[in-house]
């Protein structure tokens, strides 16, 4: 028997298609925790319009339900493995929290040093996410991996461009934008890119 | 690069996405291989002419038209 016709035979007779139960019930806990996190920065970017426990069960609802709703995929239409996505999720969610925590303190009169220490809240968990991210690409196949690389050269080049624009407006006299909103720029090229790339290959 | 991977697949009676399980890529990638958008990687091929019980030129054939525009 091939290879092949035993993986086949394996899986069927197993019924490992499906995400296991312990997956689905970590997946809702993840869920449950990252959109909780979510609910705190709602609570800080909504500035009090709603009262802080109905922003923090908006986050839980949402993650709970983002959660459910990979549990109810297919295993074998999932791109990456559950325990990838829910790394993802968490280093993410403790990226924006650690860039919220920043900004709070940013309000208030610490020191040169201090403020310069608690700059690495959001960098930790953020270089935390980009292991994540290519933890991720490393589980794609062949053909996936090439469309994220593509996307990467775009998203790359198009945001070089941003930046010699703002470069060339600022010897004009343009006033200099925030810097955070490359981050911004970046992820919507790599968007662009990817759609891009998925179109040539669909 | 012309291939006849949806002839020995539909002989099979597999969908794309069976074919996709099987040698453990996604079913976007058996599609794009189909249509010859994307050309496999040697060790993809030999996986697929395993899977087929052939030889990797019974179900690859390089497209002359673009071989000799190159």
Redesign the interface.
């Known amino acids: 028997m091939?290879?092949?016709l035993y993986?086949?035979s394996v899986?069927k007779n197993s019924g490992e298609q499906d995400i296991s139960k312990d997956d689905k019930r970590r997946n809702l806990i993840s869920g449950l925790g990252v959109g909780a996190a979510l609910g705190v920065v709602l609570w800080s970017a909504l500035d009090d319009l709603l009262p802080f426990p109905f922003d923090l069960l908006i986050g839980m609802g949402t993650g709970l339900l983002v959660g459910y709703r990979i549990g109810q995929r297919p295993l074998?239409?999932m791109?990456y493995p559950p325990y990838i996505l829910r790394r993802m999720l968490f280093a993410g969610a403790a990226f924006v929290l650690g860039m919220f925590a920043y900004t709070t303190l940013l309000d208030r009169d610490l020191d040169d040093g201090l403020l310069m220490l608690s700059s690495l809240l959001a960098i930790v968990p953020g270089i935390a996410f980009l292991f994540t991210v290519g933890s991720a690409i490393a589980h794609?196949?062949?053909?996936?991996r090439?469309i994220q690389t593509e996307a990467i050269a775009i998203a790359f080049a198009g945001t070089a461009i941003v930046v010699l624009v703002i470069f060339l407006l600022g010897l004009a006299g343009f006033p200099n934008p925030n810097w955070g909103w490359l981050l911004v720029v970046m992820t919507f090229m790599w968007l662009l890119g990817k759609l891009w790339t998925?179109w040539?290959?669909? | 690069m012309n291939n006849r991977l949806k002839v020995l697949r539909a002989e099979r009676d597999w969908s794309q996405a069976k074919l996709a399980e099987l040698l453990d890529v996604s079913r976007q990638t058996i599609n794009a291989i189909e249509n010859s958008k994307y050309d496999p990687s040697l060790p993809l091929a030999f996986k697929i002419a395993d899977l087929f019980e052939s030889k990797i030129e019974d179900i690859f054939e390089p497209d002359m038209e673009n071989i000799s525009r190159a």
């Open positions: 091939s290879s092949f993986k086949e899986m074998m239409l791109r794609l196949d062949e053909m996936q090439r998925m040539r290959y669909r």
